[in-house]
């Protein structure tokens, strides 16, 4: 660019000498050159700012009605749950004091003697510490990114906490434990599990760097998956998710700038299933990777946030269905968002969440599916046995939010399909 610039002024230069009449000899000498930085902006840049705008304005008090609905509201509980992270835990450890407390006197004394019981209450209230700093730095990149005053937090903590409103400390757990799942080598092997034939199905697809298919992953929660996907090249990204729990957690891992920087202990908050208090109470570190700037994150219900929005070549849902409230919904939206001829990838158990409008068995949701317009297609027999004989579904063993090195494991026989809209 820089030698551009110069000819482009030398050019300059030579047709004043030429056709203005007062020109200067002297500016036949250049004694500096002035370059002013040019920036453009890239595609990917450019549908990052549009969307940034679009959830500003969402996030206003006068968009819509203010209530628990409202993403602003939603949001700024959010950032009281991740504020209060230690205190909310300390009123726990302080419940097993008070448990512990009414064993016999005589029995605590030797369990003290064998194995220094109050000595692990105290050390996890100590860790617990640790866990605040990464609770805190989550709130305060969630007050810069989202454009939040401290203010206003502050009062809305204020009148949360007059009214009596506790803080849902089970969803900044299990944001914070996703920082495993998703981005942190104990969470390899889970990973290793769910991941190969989603990415298998698209590293087949045909796609070049100059076309690129258009995919969205709505419920991505922390987005592994969709890095993932966006590595694989050839495809253009969007990542959506309603929680304003993981979307903070989301928007903090984004701005890190150094492989596995950051360090927490996720698993004492929950103490049962340990082979060794050393196991629960050990830290785990993460990203193991850095974020890419490509993907884009949208914000909100995955059945309104793309209401203008349209022909994707590929939807992928991983565990994500069973979330719906309406689960009909869902499937309208994954066809109505789909071009003709577009992909709906699937992957995910079926456990229904609270209150859902229905809850289907799988042969209903293929049955129901295919009304709406979905053709099933054979997959390969690498992603599980066939469910439901006659049916294009395969279930194969997938863990789920686990502790490596505990002594229970979560896991669904996840169901896998690939499905056209007719």
């Not at 730095?137 to 939040?148: C, Q």
């Amino acid at each position: 660019m820089r030698w551009i610039l110069c000819c482009l002024l030398y050019i300059c230069l030579a047709w004043a000498k030429e056709h203005l009449p007062d020109y200067a000899p002297g500016l036949d000498t250049v004694t500096h050159v002035y370059v002013t930085n040019v920036t453009y902006m890239d595609a990917d840049t450019s549908r990052q700012e549009e969307e940034y705008s679009r959830l500003q304005h969402r996030l206003q008090r006068s968009t819509g009605k203010w209530d628990s609905s409202h993403p602003r509201h939603r949001l700024l509980t959010a950032l009281h749950g991740y504020h209060r992270y230690r205190e909310r835990n300390l009123v726990e450890t302080k419940k097993w004091r008070d448990w512990y407390k009414k064993a016999p006197k005589r029995q605590r004394s030797m369990v003290e003697s064998a194995v220094k019981y109050t000595r692990k209450l105290n050390a996890v209230d100590h860790l617990l510490e640790t866990n605040e700093r990464l609770a805190h730095d989550i709130v305060e990149y969630g007050l810069r990114f989202y454009n939040v005053s401290r203010a206003e937090l502050e009062a809305f903590i204020k009148e949360n906490e007059k009214q009596g409103v506790n803080t849902d400390r089970t969803s900044v757990s299990q944001a914070m434990k996703h920082f495993v799942r998703d981005w942190s080598s104990d969470g390899l092997d889970e990973r290793q599990e769910g991941f190969p034939c989603v990415l298998g199905t698209l590293g087949n697809m045909s796609r070049t760097a100059a076309q690129p298919l258009r995919v969205l992953v709505p419920g991505a929660g922390l987005g592994r998956l969709v890095y993932e996907i966006d590595a694989l090249g050839g495809f253009d990204v969007t990542m959506n998710e309603w929680s304003a729990y993981m979307n903070l957690a989301h928007r903090y891992m984004t701005s890190l700038s150094g492989v596995n920087s950051v360090s927490f202990h996720p698993y004492i908050d929950w103490w049962s299933h340990h082979a060794t208090t050393a196991d629960m109470q050990r830290s785990v570190s993460f990203p193991d990777r850095l974020t890419t700037p490509s993907v884009l994150s949208v914000e909100g219900d995955f059945t309104t946030a793309f209401a203008g929005d349209g022909g994707y070549d590929v939807i992928v849902t991983f565990f994500f269905i069973d979330t719906a409230r309406n689960l009909v919904s869902y499937l309208e939206t994954i066809h109505r968002l789909l071009r003709p001829g577009g992909k709906w990838i699937n992957l995910g158990p079926l456990l229904y969440g609270s209150a859902p409008f229905l809850q289907l068995s799988l042969d209903e949701i293929i049955m129901l599916s295919e009304q709406i317009g979905f053709r099933f297609e054979d997959t390969d027999a690498s992603c599980g046995v066939t469910t439901v004989p006659g049916m294009k579904a395969r279930g194969l063993e997938v863990s789920y939010g686990r502790n490596g090195q505990g002594l229970s494991k979560n896991a669904y026989q996840a169901q896998f399909w690939v499905a056209a809209r007719a």
